[in-house]
Nanobody, 121 residues
Framework: QVRLVESGGGLVEPGGSLRLSCAASRHILSGDRMAWYRQAPEKQRELVAS???????NYTDSVKGRFTISRDNAKNTVYLQMNSLKPEDTAVYYC???????????????WGQGTQVTVSS
């Protein structure tokens, strides 16, 4: 079993920045996929950004140019740097990881508990 612990959410004014962190309780293998999702009230959960390697990242169109996903494999941690935040970014942000126990084994999906991000003046 792997635990994902998120931190860094909070209240920020429009145009501000936040950095979310997600620490895994076990070593993450190179190539394991880690991602951030978000869910706003009365909306479906959506993929915000994902990272497999440092050069293999994906973003939903609404955050391109404003958010940056990165990972530190030595710390088993994935980050989401969020700049130029807008009220429509308000949501609960969830960390997701598709992790293998060892190279060649199957991927298992894990979720964090979520962290609230509120963008408001």
């Amino acid at each position: 079993q792997v635990r994902l612990v998120e931190s860094g959410g909070g209240l920020v004014e429009p145009g501000g920045s936040l950095r979310l962190s997600c620490a895994a309780s076990r070593h993450i293998l190179s190539g394991d996929r880690m991602a951030w999702y978000r869910q706003a009230p009365e909306k479906q959960r959506e993929l915000v950004a994902s990272i497999t390697t440092d050069i293999d990242t994906n973003y939903t169109d609404s955050v391109k140019g404003r958010f940056t996903i990165s990972r530190d494999n030595a710390k088993n941690t994935v980050y989401l740097q969020m700049n130029s935040l807008k009220p429509e970014d308000t949501a609960v942000y969830y960390c997701n990881a598709a992790i293998r126990r060892y190279y060649g084994s199957s991927y298992i999906d894990y979720w964090g508990q979520g962290t609230q991000v509120t963008v408001s003046s």
